[in-house]
């Protein structure tokens, strides 16, 4: 039931992407007269590319994941603590001689993650992303003309 749920909204996802040819279409890049036409172009295209955006988001954040190592193993660390937590559904873990439960091997884990996170710059690389989508769609929602009719 989940897995249909989620593939239905991957293709309704998918149906409203535009075109790659579409979205750097480079016969539609013009220079805003105005900072009032910027602020319409950027309306416009925002509600119009907004799935392509959330795409290039997800694009970026990938690479940066990619590019620092350290912290996709902290990633995928802590994604591993939770399934276990998870996994665990209110019941105990043996470590050794000692039983422990959710509620004292939850600290343990994120304990152990909180420090590795801080090593792994996360606050640099969640600025960085922000940063970079942000110039990368501000500028094409700014840089496209409005007068790009809805096909």
């Not at 040819?21 to 036409?37: K, M, R, Y």
């Not at 439960?101 to 884990?109: A, N, R, V, Y």
């Not at 969640?126 to 110039?135: A, D, H, K, R, V």
Request: contains cysteine.
């Amino acid at each position: 039931m989940l897995t249909s749920q989620i593939t239905e909204e991957l293709l309704a996802y998918k149906a409203n992407l535009h075109l790659i040819s579409e979205l750097f279409n480079a016969q539609h890049v013009l220079i805003p007269a105005s900072f009032t036409e910027i602020q319409s172009r950027v309306k416009l295209n925002l509600c119009r590319f907004s799935d392509n955006y959330v795409a290039v988001l997800a694009i970026i954040t990938l690479y940066s994941l990619l590019a620092d190592w350290k912290l996709l193993i902290d990633v995928v660390f802590a994604a591993i603590e939770i399934l276990l937590i998870r996994k665990l559904d209110g019941g105990s873990i043996t470590i050794g001689q000692r039983q422990l439960t959710i509620p004292q091997f939850s600290p343990l884990l994120y304990g152990t993650a909180l420090p590795m996170i801080l090593r792994s710059s996360l606050l640099s690389t969640l600025i960085s992303i922000i940063g970079t989508s942000g110039l990368v769609v501000l500028s094409h929602a700014s840089l496209i003309s409005s007068s790009v009719k809805e096909s």
